[in-house]
């Protein structure tokens, strides 16, 4: 019987209290609850709640008095505190591991974490104390969210890299996965790059009324991404120029690096004669434009 009564889904089973209640939305906390979401985006959750009813209880746990704990539903619970109608839950008997657990979860299900709120959840689980001190390592999370150690370590050095204020500003960012978040990880690590800057660029492209398509969370990393790109050459001195015609000469490209102060000139002649005295007479035409270069400076 001990045996029975132990078994996982008999102790499931036990959790559930009451089936599904219809509470008053003003009775449910959700203060020091694990916060996921960097957006709620209740626009269309509240249309289709409208439309349809909710058809999907939300999870809750008794708290003080006639109180109750979110578990998992927060778009839910404020659709529905927003339109002024009572919210449909199960209340559920577990303790707070299993709640932490129980909302990541539903939440992974439900709707897939942007790339940046998993790493944001990464890092908040393993800094914080959702987890009892012994447990809070890179494995504990790894199984939370269902990755390899390798993958929360990965999560871990964007969030460091970037900033908890810079991601924020830009927003859960849907439609941007790990390699462009990757990319601007390594242009912040230059130290070149005024962050302060990022963070206004990410929050002008967020502005209602502002040329930021449909996910305007999107548009704002790529605002990000493009200005650290330009900074990070511009602080630098590195980059390639567009192809340049020379009239009667033939086309050229040059890539600078100021910071290790080299200059390559790829050139494409018309006339190969031209080539060769050119090989020839190199270090005469460098020495003249080196002059020219101190006279402008003198």
């Not at 959840?121 to 390592?137: K, M, N, Q, S, W």
């Not at 120029?241 to 018309?270: F, H, M």
């Not at 035409?285 to 400076?297: D, G, I, M």
Request: proline content about 3%; glycine content about 8%.
């Amino acid at each position: 019987m001990q045996t029975l009564r132990n078994a996982s889904d008999v102790q499931d089973a036990r959790r559930l209290r009451d089936g599904v209640a219809e509470l008053d939305p003003d009775r449910i906390d959700f203060e020091g609850r694990f916060d996921d979401r960097l957006q709620l985006d209740l626009d269309s959750l509240k249309s289709s709640i409208e439309a349809n009813g909710q058809r999907v209880p939300i999870l809750v746990r008794p708290y003080e008095g006639d109180r109750y704990s979110l578990i998992y539903g927060r778009r839910r619970l404020e659709a529905c505190r927003e339109l002024g109608i009572p919210i449909r839950a199960i209340v559920t008997e577990t303790n707070g591991d299993q709640s932490l657990k129980d909302q990541l979860l539903e939440n992974q299900e439900r709707r897939d974490l942007s790339f940046i709120e998993r790493a944001l959840v990464a890092a908040a689980l393993l800094e914080g104390d959702h987890f009892a001190e012994p447990e809070r390592t890179a494995r504990s999370v790894a199984e939370v969210l269902n990755l390899h150690e390798a993958g929360v370590s990965q999560l871990l050095g964007v969030v460091r890299n970037i900033g908890d204020d810079l991601i924020r500003a830009i927003g859960s960012a849907p439609g941007i996965g790990r390699p462009r978040w990757e990319e601007l990880k390594k242009l912040l690590g230059q130290g070149t790059i005024d962050r302060r800057a990022l963070i206004n660029v990410a929050l002008s492209a967020r502005e209602p009324g502002s040329d930021a398509s449909e996910d305007q969370s999107d548009q704002a990393f790529l605002a990000v991404l493009k200005m650290a790109k330009g900074k990070g050459a511009e602080k630098t001195g590195t980059g390639q120029s567009a192809p340049l015609t020379l009239p009667g000469i033939g086309t050229a490209s040059l890539q600078a690096n100021v910071r290790s102060k080299r200059l390559k000139i790829d050139l494409q002649a018309e006339d190969a004669a031209f080539v060769e005295w050119l090989d020839g007479h190199a270090s005469e035409v460098l020495a003249e434009l080196h002059e020219r270069w101190k006279t402008s400076n003198s």
